[in-house]
């Protein structure tokens, strides 16, 4: 159907109810968008569904390995794998730091 809008995937798009990564502004309306900011892998970390650690893992993710930030939410970070080509939450003391 012509016009239609198609759904994205959120396991391999960054978009939730309440946030979308401001790529995906012209293809989703959300009520706030986020730049991502990179970030890489300083301790093998599992990638997980959900925030919690009883979440299931999508994948694990290794040391080297880029990990676009979206969000900081209790102690993890919510983002995207492009290595995966995966959406989800890993550990934020997996992460490195940006230097001052």
Not at 4 to 18: F, K, Q, W
Not at 21 to 36: C, E, G
Not at 41 to 60: E, F, H, I, K, N
């Amino acid at each position: 159907m012509r016009g239609a809008s198609v759904p994205l995937d959120p396991l391999h798009n960054a978009v939730r109810r309440d946030l979308a990564d401001i790529r995906l502004a012209d293809r989703v309306f959300a009520p706030h968008y986020a730049a991502s900011v990179q970030r890489v892998v300083v301790s093998a970390t599992p990638l997980r569904t959900g925030v919690d650690l009883q979440s299931g893992d999508l994948a694990d993710l290794a040391i080297g390995e880029v990990f676009e930030v979206l969000e900081f939410v209790k102690g993890r970070a919510w983002g995207r794998s492009p290595a995966h080509d995966l959406v989800g939450y890993v550990d934020a003391d997996a992460l490195s730091w940006p230097s001052a």
